[in-house]
């Protein structure tokens, strides 16, 4: 069975501080895909950024970055020079899986 | 078309009414899903259709019944709902990959169902 766990419930950050966002999973396949999305108060869920496992590059998208740790099965998002509109649910997700989220809140 | 669609964006249904959900997509995706997400939680996978089959079903109970008349379309037949079942109704689409996995997805806003 595929899990996806997120430890932090909520977090917070200064407006244009970086904040790392931490995800850990566990699946017994070796090739699949990781994700994180986004759910802002309006909860219209998009994507940030994704991760294909066979690739050892970690992904970047702009502000956002990801560090993969394929033994580790870890899989941590970290948001450069926050912004008011990163204010928003983050879930890690594996294939269709969701992790149960972290609230960010990026505060002025 | 980058858009995932779902009507309605509210419902408001008793026990005993029959309703449905629809989604719709113009992106060319091969795989439609439904989740249902309740408060401040993650979405749930319900149902997978890949290449208009259904392909995933997590067990959900049969007064939810899942329909894909096409590939841009998505369906979700409720019947004799209890209040439990008021929640967020998500779809969402993708293209299968050659792998047998899925590529990200793209996420409508959501159905606000209530059952009284």
């Known amino acids: 069975a595929q899990t996806v766990t997120q430890s932090q419930p909520e977090m917070s950050v200064q407006e244009a501080e970086t904040v790392t966002l931490s995800c850990t999973y566990d699946?017994?396949?070796?090739?699949?895909?990781l994700f994180w999305y986004k759910q802002p108060p309006s909860r219209q869920m998009i994507l940030v950024i994704r991760q294909e496992a066979y690739k050892q590059q970690n992904a970047t998208e702009n502000r956002f970055s990801v560090n993969f740790q394929k033994a580790a099965k870890s899989f941590s998002l970290k948001i450069s020079d926050s912004q008011l509109g990163d204010t928003a649910m983050y879930f890690c997700a594996l294939d269709m899986r969701f992790g149960a989220g972290t609230r960010l809140t990026v505060k002025p | 078309d980058t858009e995932v669609t779902q009507t309605p964006k509210h419902l408001v249904m008793g026990m005993t009414n029959k309703k449905s959900l629809k989604c719709e997509q113009h992106?060319?995706?091969?795989?439609m899903y439904w989740y249902k997400q309740k408060a401040k939680k993650p979405p749930e996978l319900m149902f997978v259709?890949?290449?208009?089959?259904?392909?995933i079903n997590e067990s959900v109970p049969s007064r939810f019944s899942p329909e894909c008349p096409n590939s841009s379309l998505l369906n979700l037949h409720l019947h004799a709902l209890q209040p439990e079942d008021s929640a967020l109704y998500l779809c969402?689409?993708?293209?299968?990959?050659?792998?047998?996995?899925?590529?990200?997805?793209?996420f409508g806003p959501g159905t606000r169902l209530t059952v009284l």
């Open positions: 699946t017994s396949e070796n090739n699949y895909y």
């Open positions: 969402a689409s993708s293209q299968p990959l050659t792998s047998g996995r899925y590529n990200e997805q793209f």
């Open positions: 259709y890949s290449y208009e089959k259904l392909s």
């Open positions: 992106m060319g995706h091969r795989a």
